[in-house]
């Protein structure tokens, strides 16, 4: 058999409908999760997401995630001394809604201890919203429980 441009093509053509195929079979068996269930209503209330990033610009000190061997500490800056705090810590993993975490705001101090026994080790996006005298406040950070 002879090797020739007709020859050439018809396996270039049949190389890569395998390709496609193969490529169509792994993204119907990939799993992918919604970022949020209530995607539209979230997007409407972006306005105010963006009004408690700059109340968080705005504070003298600043929020911090920190952790030790056994909790995620997150330490709130002093201008809320002796301020209630109402609002949540939601543990956002982003490639398994399933390790989602959400932590209810609980102190009354200027740190909070959040065990690691309850997460996954692995990347997580942490979001704190939390409002204090009809203020809401919002900062979102990156980190990695081992």
């Given at each position: 058999?002879?090797?020739?441009?007709?020859?050439?093509?018809?396996?270039?053509?049949?190389?890569?409908?395998?390709?496609?195929?193969?490529?169509?079979?792994k993204?119907s068996?990939?799993?992918?999760?919604l970022?949020?269930?209530?995607?539209?209503?979230?997007?409407?209330?972006y306005q105010?997401?963006?009004?408690?990033?700059?109340?968080?610009?705005?504070?003298?000190?600043?929020?911090?995630i920190?952790?030790?061997?056994?909790?995620?500490?997150?330490?709130y800056?002093t201008?809320?001394?002796?301020?209630k705090?109402?609002?949540?810590?939601?543990?956002?993993?982003?490639?398994?809604?399933?390790f989602?975490k959400?932590?209810?705001?609980?102190?009354?101090?200027h740190?909070?201890?959040?065990?690691?026994?309850?997460?996954?080790?692995?990347?997580?996006q942490?979001k704190?919203n939390?409002e204090?005298?009809?203020?809401?406040?919002?900062?979102?950070?990156r980190?990695?429980?081992?």
């Amino acid at each position: 058999m002879k090797f020739n441009w007709g020859t050439g093509i018809t396996i270039f053509i049949i190389g890569f409908m395998g390709f496609i195929l193969f490529m169509v079979f792994k993204a119907s068996n990939t799993k992918s999760d919604l970022y949020a269930k209530d995607y539209y209503k979230q997007e409407m209330n972006y306005q105010s997401k963006i009004d408690a990033e700059h109340n968080v610009k705005k504070l003298k000190g600043k929020i911090t995630i920190t952790q030790n061997n056994e909790d995620v500490i997150i330490t709130y800056p002093t201008d809320f001394e002796g301020k209630k705090l109402k609002g949540n810590i939601h543990f956002f993993r982003p490639d398994n809604v399933a390790f989602d975490k959400v932590f209810e705001i609980t102190t009354e101090q200027h740190k909070q201890h959040l065990s690691k026994e309850n997460l996954v080790k692995g990347w997580y996006q942490v979001k704190v919203n939390f409002e204090s005298e009809k203020l809401n406040y919002f900062i979102e950070k990156r980190i990695q429980i081992n």
